[in-house]
């Protein structure tokens, strides 16, 4: 296992892996106390069907799933703005269109598409510029949640409160969704559209059942996210098992042993 340590492709794929462990450990925090689970979700379907179209325009994958996903956050935002519109309807309306949209393109398509890697991922394969485009997106994700912390916490905690305070609830309701659009996509190459809404839920679950208090509730989030990630890609190396798949299922499995402490606890 060791061994592994000095390739340098292990190397990159464990920095890949603590940066969007550290990128969906912050948000996952402010998922959880949204109720966004769904949301985040349905913004990982959507840049599928981004994915398709831009490589049906010869454009570059990426850049099709993030205009994609941000479009469906942001169309999310403003049909939220309305009374009779939740925001899981709206994300659920609008991902299906993008999915469609992408299966039609497919179907256009004449160059071979990795659909595997789409969907589960390859952290292996990271190379040094999807690490540049991850540390960006990581560093910018974290900036803005570090400047907008205390209006976004407090439109997550009380969104009537935070109005009569004067936080603008609307525009943080799209910097959340759009964070989470950047987060799904530069989070692909690691665990793939079908898991990454998982990395988005389970290190802020398993944090609430363990804290009481948001320093804690943050602070676990982000420990949960690394040892699920980090973890999951040690595993899938020693088990000779996907990635993605091993990092959901380690952290899937630090949640039920969270949920069994805080049953014991309280018995």
Known sequence: MTEFLAYPFFQRALLAGGLTA????????????????????????????????????GLP?????????????????????????????????????????????LGFVKTNVDLFGLMFGNILTVNSSDLLI???????????????FRPLL????????????????????????ALIAVAVV??????????VSALLVLPGATARLLANRWPGFLAISIVVALVSVLGGLILSVALDVAPGAAIILL???????ALVFAQVRRA
């Open 154 to 177: 407090l439109a997550s905690v009380d969104e009537e409160g935070a109005r009569a305070a004067g936080v603008h609830t609307g525009g943080m309701r799209l910097l959340v969704l």
């Open 22 to 57: 550290l990128l969906c450990g912050a948000l996952s925090f402010f998922v959880v106390l949204r109720r966004l689970a769904f949301v985040g979700s349905g913004v990982a379907h959507a840049a599928f069907g981004g994915v398709a179209v831009a490589t049906l325009a």
């Open 186 to 195: 530069v989070a692909l190459k690691v665990v793939g559209i079908l898991l």
């Open 61 to 105: 994958p990426g850049l099709g799933g993030l205009v994609a996903s941000l479009a469906v956050a942001a169309a999310t935002a403003r049909a939220a703005e309305s009374a009779d519109v939740t925001e899981d309807t709206a994300v659920g309306v609008f991902t299906v269109a993008a999915m469609a949209a992408g299966v039609v393109a």
């Open 251 to 257: 952290g899937a499995a630090l949640f039920v042993g």
């Open 134 to 148: 991850l540390a960006a997106a990581t560093a910018g994700v974290l900036l803005a949640l570090a400047f907008f």
